[in-house]
């Protein structure tokens, strides 16, 4: 009898996992499982969310994010150096660390950083689909502001341009969308139009004073064309490609297209 018990207890528990959605076979751990204290416990919790080819149910989601959530920012700052293609050859890894962190929302301008980083760096096409779509529904300012250093400092005084960093960053600007991205390459493309030619306005009537002479003197309008250096952003160019527009060195046209554009393009 005692044995005829065990057997149908030992069935009920059998069949009662086996009805689990497959998510949540593979994904869902007990609740004293989730706890990332190094690099390599994130690891094994990327994994299996890069390798998930079903989505989560909305309950293995839920409580999954809830233990992400307990020490948010120390957890996503080990998930986020996953992020690293040069460091984790596997795709799967580091897809999973772009679904842990949206599972895990954290703040911390840190994140933001390596996804602008990711956004740049990272070939695999679904893996920096993932991350762009982060850093978008994110409004993420510090993913942006990353893409933008890059860019910036795409040009050495010493070597020159280094085209394939230019047009990588361009690249992540045009994916993200993000509006202020461009006001900032709007804002260089002035500065980059302005230096092609430095003109003075025509100045007379200067007047000589002292020594009782007061005799005023006329100065021709002058245009300084002796100008000599290298333009060290080449941002109109940059705004171009980011934006798929054209409107030349027309400033105002640039402003009043800009002014029309959503926060995030689609």
């Given at each position: 009898?005692?044995y005829?018990?065990?057997?149908?207890?030992?069935?009920?528990?059998?069949?009662?996992?086996?009805?689990?959605?497959?998510?949540?076979?593979?994904?869902?751990?007990?609740?004293?499982s989730?706890?990332?204290?190094?690099?390599?416990?994130a690891?094994?919790?990327?994994?299996?969310?890069?390798?998930?080819?079903?989505?989560?149910?909305?309950?293995?989601a839920?409580?999954?994010?809830?233990?992400?959530?307990?020490?948010?920012e120390?957890?996503?700052?080990?998930?986020?150096?996953?992020l690293?293609?040069?460091?984790?050859?596997?795709?799967?890894?580091?897809?999973?660390?772009?679904?842990?962190?949206?599972?895990?929302?954290?703040?911390?301008?840190?994140?933001g950083?390596?996804?602008?980083a990711?956004?740049?760096?990272?070939?695999?096409?679904?893996?920096?689909?993932?991350?762009?779509?982060?850093?978008?529904?994110r409004?993420d300012?510090?993913?942006?502001?990353e893409?933008?250093?890059?860019?910036?400092?795409?040009?050495?005084?010493?070597?020159?341009?280094?085209?394939?960093?230019?047009?990588?960053?361009?690249?992540?600007?045009?994916?993200?969308?993000?509006?202020?991205?461009?006001?900032?390459l709007?804002h260089?493309?002035?500065?980059?139009?302005?230096?092609?030619?430095?003109s003075?306005?025509?100045?007379?009537?200067?007047?000589?004073?002292?020594?009782?002479?007061n005799?005023?003197?006329?100065?021709?309008?002058?245009?300084?064309?002796?100008?000599?250096?290298?333009?060290?952003?080449?941002?109109?160019?940059?705004?171009?490609?980011?934006?798929?527009?054209?409107?030349?060195?027309?400033?105002?046209?640039?402003?009043?297209?800009?002014?029309?554009?959503?926060?995030?393009?689609?």
């Amino acid at each position: 009898m005692q044995y005829r018990k065990f057997l149908i207890f030992a069935c009920v528990h059998v069949l009662a996992f086996a009805a689990q959605p497959e998510s949540e076979l593979t994904i869902a751990p007990r609740r004293d499982s989730v706890k990332v204290t190094t690099v390599r416990d994130a690891e094994e919790i990327a994994l299996r969310l890069g390798t998930q080819t079903a989505p989560l149910s909305d309950s293995a989601a839920s409580e999954l994010a809830s233990e992400l959530q307990r020490e948010r920012e120390k957890t996503s700052a080990l998930i986020s150096e996953l992020l690293d293609p040069a460091k984790f050859s596997n795709p799967a890894t580091r897809l999973g660390a772009v679904r842990a962190l949206q599972l895990a929302a954290p703040a911390a301008p840190l994140i933001g950083k390596r996804l602008g980083a990711s956004a740049i760096a990272e070939t695999n096409p679904d893996v920096r689909k993932a991350v762009i779509e982060l850093i978008r529904s994110r409004k993420d300012a510090a993913a942006s502001a990353e893409v933008l250093r890059y860019w910036r400092e795409s040009y050495d005084s010493e070597v020159g341009f280094n085209e394939a960093s230019r047009a990588a960053a361009v690249a992540a600007m045009r994916d993200i969308g993000d509006k202020r991205l461009f006001q900032v390459l709007l804002h260089h493309a002035i500065i980059e139009i302005r230096t092609g030619v430095a003109s003075a306005p025509s100045v007379d009537n200067v007047a000589i004073r002292g020594q009782q002479i007061n005799l005023p003197i006329d100065l021709p309008g002058m245009q300084l064309m002796s100008f000599e250096g290298t333009l060290a952003i080449p941002a109109l160019g940059s705004l171009r490609e980011a934006t798929g527009q054209n409107f030349g060195r027309e400033i105002p046209k640039w402003r009043e297209w800009l002014n029309a554009q959503p926060a995030f393009q689609k």
